[in-house]
């Protein structure tokens, strides 16, 4: 329970200053959203880390134990680190999917004010004609 809280707490810190960051930086385009999440996970990644590493170092003691009750304690930490070592993965996949997010709805927003151009055009031009029609 401690391990799944600790990863899904370093996710959430760093996808809640991603937002922040994404809200913030006037992104227009690929490079913007790239560099305002390279800004971000600069940011985020430390707190992060010594979350994590402070729980990885805690673990090491009961690992390497010999004495009574080690079998048990031993058992149960092997996971735990592992298990540790593969939530440090959020702390990279986050912000990349996060990136990718919102690159998607830049190119959606992109794709939804062309049709809108289009669209305004074609009304423009349909305008101008009933006009012309009207004063023949």
Not at 9 to 38: I, P, W
Not at 106 to 129: F, P, S
Request: glycine share 6%.
């Amino acid at each position: 329970i401690a391990l799944f809280g600790i990863a899904t707490d370093d996710g959430v810190v760093m996808a809640t200053y991603l937002k922040q960051s994404y809200r913030k930086a006037s992104l227009e385009d690929r490079r913007a959203v790239r560099e305002a999440t390279m800004l971000a996970g600069e940011r985020r990644i430390r707190p992060c880390l010594m979350t994590s590493a402070t729980t990885l170092l805690a673990l090491f003691p009961v690992m390497t134990s010999a004495g009574r009750g080690s079998d048990i304690m031993v058992s149960m930490a092997i996971p735990a680190f592992g298990g540790m070592l593969v939530a440090l993965l959020t702390l990279f996949v986050v912000p990349v999917l996060s990136c990718w997010r919102e690159e998607l709805l830049l190119k959606r927003r992109a794709r939804e004010e062309r049709k809108r151009k289009r669209w305004w055009q074609i009304w423009k031009r349909k305008k101008e004609q009933t006009k012309k029609q009207m004063d023949e």
